[in-house]
């Protein structure tokens, strides 16, 4: 057991450079964990390059390309805690991840839900800067017109959307979209959407185990200060995982776009790094009726990356 006055009696870089440092000579995940997200990191650049390039079909596009752009920045936060042994706290940003990477995968399988969700995303962008100085606006405009011509949601949004184009939106109606799309923001509400019963227990153990960490506990507040190489690895491995989810989230939409380009490369090898660890872990969506939407499951990434 540490004694917290002599923890707390070091200068505070000098107790963290401690800890990195016997974390490093005990893990055998940091190499690993650090080529990933090297690489992930490059693949942000190509990410962008790609959608700079491209008009995107549909909402979900727009939405899984930026989930998985900031999973990425987070998955490099929590790894920069989990490398000093600070558990609590990386996990407490790996939570934001899994919320994230879940309602990227909503959205994938329910069109109408990543539209209304858009709209209302737009809808608080237009009130915080001027969309037309926005990189993604001429994707927004085209994204707004095709949901108005599928004429598919409840005629407030696309009375909505065609508010955004004339640049003029009502409060009331913007409230209203926010308040009938807030049941999508519940992690519990979205597993329902997308899993099994079977499924669902894992997702929601998973969750909860993981939510821990994000509450006030006195022991959580002094666990952290003694490093247990186990929990670490067991940290680091959950950061493979979770990295892994996240690029099968992004391929779900982009599959058939990057294949044979330089991102695909970068992603397959990374995949073939990852997967021998992640185990039986449910990853797609699995409820019958997205069998024929969800095209990269686990076990065959091998072959959807030749």
Known sequence: MVKHSTVFAKPVWTYIEEREKEIEERSNYLDLVEEVLQEMWFSCACTEKFMAEREPDSSSELIVSTYFLRNIQYLLSSYELAKRGFLHPSYNILRT??????????????????????IDVVNELFEKVDLTTD????????????????????????????NILNKTVIKEHKDQIRKNIEKYSSYNKN???????????????LYREICKTA??????????????????????NNILGLCLINIFMFLEIFYNDIKGTELSGILKEKLMKMYSGMGDVPINPNKQKYKKKIQFKKDSYEQLLI
Not at 103 to 114: M, Q, R, T
Not at 191 to 205: A, F, M, P, S, V
Request: proline letters at 1%; glycine letters at 4%; hydrophobic letters at 40%.
């Open 97 to 118: 991840v899994i919320e994230t990477t879940i309602k990227g995968y909503v959205c994938i399988v329910e069109e109408d839900i990543s539209d209304m969700i858009f």
């Open 135 to 162: 990189i993604n606006y001429k994707h927004y405009v085209s994204i707004l017109k095709k949901i108005i011509d599928k004429n598919c949601l409840d005629g407030i949004y696309i009375l909505n959307a065609k």
């Open 191 to 205: 597993i329902d959407i997308l899993y099994t019963k079977k499924y669902e227990r894992h997702w929601r153990r």
């Open 215 to 236: 509450h006030p506990s006195f022991t959580g507040t002094m666990s952290d200060l003694q490093i247990d190489i186990k929990l670490v690895n067991a940290c680091l």
